[in-house]
């Protein structure tokens, strides 16, 4: 029995650390309209670079996630302008090709600078606290409060500003939001730069408990995919709920299979929901 | 390097069959050939059947597991198939990882046996593999050109363009679309089979979606929806990824990995700006028209 | 196409594709007087194995380069071909692929990983050249390999003989083995479990991981579950320096046992004390009282020299003095047939390849001993008999242990 519940602790640590990059994957969606496959190369950029910020310039792991945003954001942007934006005219298919293509080029970036070799965070080493059978590492505690604060964060922007609300307006009604005065085109770099800076968030994190290397953004991407449309594609409390789903249930999935199958987890649940249940938890709609 | 280049043409034309011409992309397209090379390996490797035998085993088996995917998938859009397909080879490879019972893991299958390997020096096993490779795709080649001008090809792209349309026509659109699938997997399995033959080793790491890349690459680049742009493409492809080496090999003091990099980023890249300025590729498809697969 | 190797300085494209052409048809350089002899070298420059490679590569370059310097092999020069295998089989076929179509090369010296080993064995003996590993899993010299093959490193059964008898005298009674997938992974396992019952001990469970992995999180929970005593970590430095962290978060106060080409230096440069105290290691050892172990740490400028070098300098030697045997015949075939008359059996002793070629000369009989070991081979290829070595990894050094 404690080993279900072992379990599940991992499985809601998981996925409250994969709801960051899902939360970013599902509002781009929103607003683009095309599944953004680049989150994973996002994921990997914003992991080195709070490494960077972490290693060379000895940030504290904080510091560090606020690099590993910004960087992933702004990279995010500048790909979305001069590879993406172009493509979008014409439709969604070639647009997600090309995030396919945008992300293989990105990652080979990252490789050429710091090869292949599992990399570590220069954090240190800290015992797991156990307690009735359980045990939960400090770091895995951190994660949980870091992607805690980053998606509250999120939506705080999200309600109460106006940049946030204009964004809401767009996913939810592009024309009428236009006929408004909302700048259709601010609003799509504003996404991308909070939707891929999350994404960053969620690799460093994935890596802050483990290593990272060039493999770490796809390793993760059919899970974030998975936990985007279980919940409800372009749905951002959606993404949460499946988030967390896909978490525990990757977890709960080693009783009876091994370590590796993990990611067919995340696979058959987006076969699953989209043969039954194809708007997800919560639904197709905006935010 | 030919053989590769026959090889890789081999798949393009199985792409083809289910993107350009009935507008289905199989990003996953990596795994069936996968699937086929493992086939065929474990059968003449591990129950001594002759090679003929194997490719043709790789090529049921393979189509079978064309006919479960596009079952599953059938009624997906196309950006969502995009990313299930590319999970699907991804499963596969982790599958091939593991059930070490079955494929030895990622230690992968080696001694894989070769038409008369061992018996012939390695140059004239090199020549022997290239005809039958070349053989191969001649053969695939004519087959699926018959396919595209037959009634048969035309309710293919009658799909590729508007399945709904061809749905109230009265097609049964869905088990036109699991036959295209089947065969287009058929013929990934068998390049699958030869390339475990060619080069006496496989391992789930071999098996990367950077592949369906370079054949989507290959598609694009040399016309979608056209067996020759298929072919033309894969010959591109390969002679870009040689001359790339080339390149690097001019650049001292680049490791294996960098210059690896460098390789892949250019084949990111190419694929981006061939999307982006020359979308129907070098041998646009005669077919009054517009030759991009259905966008979503 | 996924990457090549790309030692290309010496050949661009273009003219290994001539060279192809033009050597496809060409007969195989064989006794041809003046004509180089082409040997090649595949060792791990990068990769797990990247910190045995370079050197092993540097061995192998300086008895070519002493045998050259007297006068080559019957006025024949030694020319070293070398490829990186990147401790990966799939780089490592392609390697040799280049290895045996464009250089033609009658040897090719010093695959490191079993892994790598068991892929590339079947090109070489399909295509009569002779191959000479470090690797150890017992499951290489049990293929069909005619003869082609020999290993001077003392194979698994061997060194988990040893490594039993070493757990068994340290009393440990519940042993766990945590093990990357290798070809050798699972005959471990198995021989452990014979082994430990017969001194009261117990394998009390094992896991073989996909060692491309950054956290092994749940196979350290069912390790941990079985409440062992002793885990042996049967892996490469890459994965076992995480396994070492997690094991260490996991709050896990057991012992360790490791293989020394995974634990070794850089390891525990790599990580916090803490984390490696305590761990054994264990590693055949070469023949350091040999004039010839003498010799090439001279030159390697290092006092203590790891395994694969002085292997690999043997690996050379042997090759170049069954070539010599064999009266200059430069062919695999040609070096399997004489590979056991001149490191065995009674003959004069010698430990260098200069030496013994000027012996062959002379019409004698020599017996090579190397700088690894006395180099005495079985007919399916292993070697004998070999000396382990324990070690401990005390605040982030070695101290050693036992001999076995």
Same mark, same amino acid.
């Given at each position: 029995?404690?080993?279900?519940?072992?379990?599940?602790?991992?499985?809601?640590?998981?996925?409250?650390?994969?709801?960051?990059?899902?939360?970013?994957?599902?509002?781009?969606?929103?607003?683009?309209?095309?599944?953004?496959?680049?989150?994973?190369?996002?994921?990997?950029?914003?992991?080195?670079?709070?490494?960077?910020?972490?290693?060379?310039?000895?940030?504290?792991?904080?510091?560090?996630?606020?690099?590993?945003?910004?960087?992933?954001?702004?990279?995010?942007?500048?790909?979305?302008?001069?590879?993406?934006?172009?493509?979008?005219?014409?439709?969604?298919?070639?647009?997600?090709?090309?995030?396919?293509?945008?992300?293989?080029?990105?990652?080979?970036?990252?490789?050429?600078?710091?090869?292949?070799?599992?990399?570590?965070?220069?954090?240190?080493?800290?015992?797991?606290?156990?307690?009735?059978?359980?045990?939960?590492?400090?770091?895995?505690?951190?994660?949980?409060?870091?992607?805690?604060?980053?998606?509250?964060?999120?939506?705080?922007?999200?309600?109460?500003?106006?940049?946030?609300?204009?964004?809401?307006?767009?996913?939810?009604?592009?024309?009428?939001?236009?006929?408004?005065?909302?700048?259709?085109?601010?609003?799509?770099?504003?996404?991308?730069?909070?939707?891929?800076?999350?994404?960053?968030?969620?690799?460093?994190?994935?890596?802050?408990?483990?290593?990272?290397?060039?493999?770490?953004?796809?390793?993760?991407?059919?899970?974030?995919?998975?936990?985007?449309?279980?919940?409800?594609?372009?749905?951002?409390?959606?993404?949460?709920?499946?988030?967390?789903?896909?978490?525990?249930?990757?977890?709960?999935?080693?009783?009876?299979?091994?370590?590796?199958?993990?990611?067919?987890?995340?696979?058959?649940?987006?076969?699953?929901?989209?043969?039954?249940?194809?708007?997800?938890?919560?639904?197709?709609?905006?935010? | 390097?030919?053989?590769?280049?026959?090889?890789?043409?081999?798949?393009?034309?199985?792409?083809?069959?289910?993107?350009? &011409?009935?507008? &289905?992309?199989?990003?996953?397209?990596?795994?069936?050939?996968?699937?086929?090379?493992?086939?065929?390996?474990?059968?003449?490797?591990?129950?001594?059947?002759?090679? /003929?035998?194997?490719?043709?085993?790789?090529?049921?088996?393979?189509?079978?597991?064309?006919?479960? &995917?596009?079952?599953?998938? %059938?009624?997906?859009?196309? $950006?969502?198939?995009?990313?299930?397909?590319?999970?699907?080879?991804?499963?596969?490879?982790?599958?091939?990882?593991?059930?070490?019972?079955?494929?030895?893991?990622?230690?992968?299958?080696?001694?894989?046996?070769?038409?008369?390997?061992?018996?012939?020096?390695?140059?004239?096993?090199?020549?022997?593999?290239?005809?039958?490779?070349?053989?191969?795709?001649?053969?695939?080649?004519?087959?699926?050109?018959?396919?595209?001008?037959?009634?048969?090809?035309?309710?293919?792209?009658?799909?590729? $363009? $508007? $399945?709904?349309?061809?749905?109230?026509?009265?097609?049964?659109?869905?088990?036109?679309?699991?036959?295209?699938? %089947?065969?287009?997997?058929?013929?990934?399995?068998?390049?699958?089979?030869?390339?475990?033959?060619?080069?006496?080793?496989?391992?789930?790491?071999?098996?990367?979606?950077?592949?369906?890349?370079?054949?989507?690459?290959?598609?694009?680049?040399?016309?979608?929806?056209?067996?020759?742009?298929?072919?033309?493409?894969?010959?591109?492809?390969?002679?870009?990824?040689?001359?790339? +080496?080339?390149?690097?090999?001019?650049? /001292?003091?680049?490791?294996?990995?960098?210059?690896?990099?460098?390789?892949?980023?250019?084949?990111?890249?190419?694929?981006?700006?061939?999307? +982006?300025?020359? /979308?129907?590729?070098?041998? /646009?498809?005669?077919?009054?028209?517009?030759?991009?697969?259905?966008?979503? | 196409?996924?990457?090549?190797?790309?030692?290309?300085?010496?050949?661009?494209?273009?003219?290994?594709?001539?060279?192809?052409?033009?050597?496809?048809?060409?007969?195989?350089?064989?006794?041809?007087?003046?004509?180089?002899?082409?040997?090649?070298?595949?060792?791990?420059?990068?990769?797990?194995?990247?910190?045995?490679?370079?050197?092993?590569?540097?061995?192998?370059?300086?008895?070519?380069?002493?045998?050259?310097?007297?006068?080559?092999?019957?006025?024949?020069?030694?020319?070293?071909?070398?490829?990186?295998?990147?401790?990966?089989?799939?780089?490592?076929?392609?390697?040799?692929?280049?290895?045996?179509?464009?250089?033609?090369?009658?040897?090719?010296?010093?695959?490191?990983?079993?892994?790598?080993?068991?892929?590339?064995?079947?090109?070489?003996?399909?295509?009569?050249?002779?191959?000479?590993?470090?690797?150890?899993?017992?499951? @290489?010299?049990?293929?069909?390999?005619? #003869?082609?093959?020999?290993?001077?490193?003392?194979?698994?059964?061997?060194?988990?003989?040893?490594?039993?008898?070493?757990?068994?005298?340290?009393?440990?009674?519940?042993?766990?083995?945590?093990?990357?997938?290798?070809?050798?992974?699972?005959?471990?396992?198995?021989?452990?479990?014979?082994?430990?019952?017969?001194?009261?001990?117990?394998?009390?469970?094992?896991?073989?991981?996909?060692?491309?992995?950054?956290?092994?999180?749940?196979? @350290?929970?069912?390790?941990?579950?079985?409440?062992?005593?002793?885990?042996?970590?049967?892996?490469?430095?890459?994965?076992?320096?995480?396994?070492?962290?997690?094991?260490?978060?996991?709050?896990?106060?057991?012992?360790?046992?490791?293989?020394?080409?995974?634990?070794?230096?850089?390891?525990?440069?790599?990580?916090?004390?803490?984390?490696?105290?305590?761990?054994?290691?264990?590693?055949?050892?070469?023949?350091?009282?040999?004039?010839?172990?003498?010799?090439?740490?001279?030159?390697?400028?290092?006092?203590?020299?790891?395994?694969?070098?002085?292997?690999?300098?043997?690996?050379?030697?042997?090759?170049?003095?069954?070539?010599?045997?064999?009266?200059?015949?430069?062919?695999?075939?040609?070096?399997?047939?004489?590979?056991?008359?001149?490191?065995?059996? #009674?003959?004069?002793?010698?430990?260098?390849?200069?030496?013994?070629?000027?012996?062959?000369?002379?019409?004698?009989?020599?017996?090579?001993?190397?700088?690894?070991?006395?180099?005495?081979?079985?007919?399916?290829?292993? @070697?004998?008999?070999?000396?382990?070595?324990?070690?401990?990894?005390?605040?982030?050094?070695?101290?050693?242990?036992?001999?076995?």
């Amino acid at each position: 029995m404690t080993e279900v519940a072992q379990l599940l602790v991992n499985g809601l640590v998981a996925g409250t650390i994969l709801a960051v990059p899902a939360i970013g994957f599902t509002a781009i969606y929103a607003v683009l309209r095309f599944p953004n496959f680049t989150v994973a190369s996002h994921a990997t950029i914003g992991a080195f670079a709070g490494y960077v910020a972490n290693t060379a310039a000895g940030f504290p792991a904080g510091a560090a996630v606020g690099v590993a945003f910004l960087v992933a954001g702004v990279s995010g942007v500048i790909t979305d302008e001069v590879v993406l934006k172009p493509l979008r005219p014409s439709g969604a298919l070639t647009a997600a090709i090309a995030a396919v293509a945008l992300t293989i080029a990105l990652e080979n970036v990252i490789r050429f600078i710091w090869g292949n070799d599992l990399r570590g965070y220069d954090l240190p080493l800290r015992r797991d606290w156990q307690g009735a059978g359980l045990r939960i590492g400090p770091q895995q505690v951190e994660n949980l409060v870091i992607a805690v604060v980053a998606m509250g964060a999120l939506f705080l922007f999200l309600a109460f500003t106006r940049t946030g609300k204009a964004m809401r307006a767009v996913a939810d009604n592009p024309t009428l939001a236009g006929i408004k005065g909302i700048n259709a085109e601010m609003v799509a770099r504003l996404v991308n730069f909070v939707g891929m800076g999350l994404a960053g968030i969620g690799g460093m994190l994935l890596g802050l408990d483990t290593s990272i290397d060039p493999l770490t953004g796809f390793r993760v991407i059919l899970s974030v995919f998975a936990a985007a449309v279980v919940g409800g594609l372009g749905s951002i409390p959606g993404a949460v709920v499946g988030a967390l789903a896909i978490g525990v249930a990757e977890e709960l999935s080693l009783l009876s299979l091994a370590p590796a199958y993990r990611t067919a987890v995340g696979f058959v649940a987006i076969l699953l929901v989209l043969t039954v249940r194809p708007r997800g938890i919560l639904g197709e709609r905006a935010f | 390097m030919a053989t590769f280049a026959g090889l890789y043409a081999l798949l393009a034309l199985g792409l083809n069959l289910v993107w350009g &011409m009935t507008g &289905m992309i199989n990003l996953g397209l990596v795994g069936f050939y996968a699937f086929g090379a493992y086939v065929s390996a474990l059968l003449t490797k591990k129950a001594g059947w002759p090679m /003929p035998a194997g490719l043709l085993a790789a090529m049921l088996l393979t189509a079978g597991a064309g006919v479960l &995917m596009a079952l599953v998938t %059938a009624r997906l859009r196309g $950006d969502y198939l995009a990313i299930i397909t590319l999970g699907f080879s991804e499963v596969v490879r982790i599958v091939a990882s593991n059930e070490i019972w079955l494929t030895n893991g990622s230690d992968g299958i080696s001694g894989i046996p070769g038409p008369w390997r061992g018996q012939v020096s390695p140059a004239t096993f090199n020549l022997i593999f290239l005809v039958i490779v070349s053989a191969a795709v001649l053969v695939v080649f004519a087959a699926l050109q018959r396919v595209r001008h037959s009634p048969y090809g035309r309710v293919l792209r009658a799909i590729r $363009d $508007d $399945d709904q349309v061809a749905a109230v026509a009265g097609k049964p659109v869905i088990a036109f679309k699991v036959e295209a699938f %089947a065969v287009s997997a058929a013929v990934l399995g068998l390049a699958g089979a030869l390339y475990g033959h060619y080069t006496s080793y496989i391992a789930p790491e071999g098996f990367v979606p950077l592949i369906s890349i370079y054949i989507v690459l290959a598609l694009t680049a040399g016309g979608t929806g056209n067996n020759v742009g298929a072919v033309v493409g894969a010959f591109l492809v390969v002679f870009f990824l040689e001359s790339t +080496r080339f390149l690097t090999g001019g650049l /001292p003091g680049l490791k294996p990995v960098q210059v690896a990099a460098v390789r892949e980023f250019l084949i990111g890249a190419s694929l981006i700006v061939v999307l +982006r300025f020359r /979308p129907y590729g070098l041998v /646009p498809e005669r077919i009054p028209r517009h030759a991009t697969p259905g966008a979503g | 196409m996924t990457e090549h190797t790309s030692d290309i300085s010496r050949r661009t494209l273009l003219a290994g594709s001539a060279a192809l052409a033009a050597a496809a048809w060409a007969p195989r350089r064989t006794g041809a007087q003046g004509v180089p002899i082409r040997l090649g070298t595949l060792t791990p420059l990068t990769g797990a194995g990247g910190a045995y490679g370079p050197s092993m590569r540097k061995a192998m370059e300086w008895v070519a380069g002493e045998v050259n310097g007297a006068g080559g092999v019957l006025g024949r020069k030694i020319e070293l071909m070398s490829e990186d295998d990147q401790t990966n089989p799939e780089a490592a076929v392609r390697a040799a692929r280049k290895l045996i179509d464009v250089d033609k090369v009658a040897a090719i010296m010093g695959t490191w990983a079993s892994a790598v080993t068991t892929a590339v064995a079947p090109l070489c003996w399909e295509s009569k050249t002779f191959l000479t590993t470090v690797s150890g899993s017992d499951t @290489i010299t049990q293929l069909p390999h005619l #003869g082609y093959l020999v290993r001077t490193q003392p194979n698994t059964q061997l060194q988990i003989g040893k490594l039993g008898e070493f757990i068994l005298s340290l009393k440990f009674k519940r042993v766990f083995v945590l093990a990357a997938q290798t070809p050798f992974a699972a005959p471990s396992q198995k021989r452990l479990s014979e082994i430990l019952p017969k001194g009261g001990s117990e394998l009390v469970g094992g896991v073989i991981y996909d060692k491309d992995k950054t956290t092994f999180r749940s196979e @350290i929970d069912q390790a941990l579950r079985a409440k062992p005593d002793l885990i042996y970590l049967n892996g490469y430095t890459p994965d076992t320096t995480v396994v070492l962290k997690e094991l260490f978060k996991a709050g896990y106060t057991g012992a360790k046992i490791a293989q020394g080409y995974a634990v070794n230096q850089k390891l525990l440069d790599s990580v916090p004390a803490e984390v490696t105290d305590g761990t054994y290691t264990a590693t055949p050892s070469p023949a350091v009282d040999s004039a010839g172990y003498k010799r090439l740490a001279k030159f390697l400028g290092a006092a203590d020299l790891d395994p694969y070098s002085c292997q690999c300098h043997d690996h050379a030697s042997l090759v170049i003095l069954a070539i010599a045997k064999a009266k200059g015949e430069a062919t695999g075939t040609a070096i399997k047939d004489n590979v056991r008359k001149i490191s065995q059996g #009674g003959g004069g002793k010698v430990d260098n390849a200069v030496e013994g070629l000027k012996l062959l000369a002379q019409g004698k009989e020599i017996n090579y001993e190397g700088a690894s070991g006395p180099c005495d081979f079985t007919e399916t290829g292993d @070697i004998i008999d070999c000396k382990i070595r324990f070690d401990v990894a005390e605040k982030g050094a070695f101290k050693p242990v036992k001999l076995l």
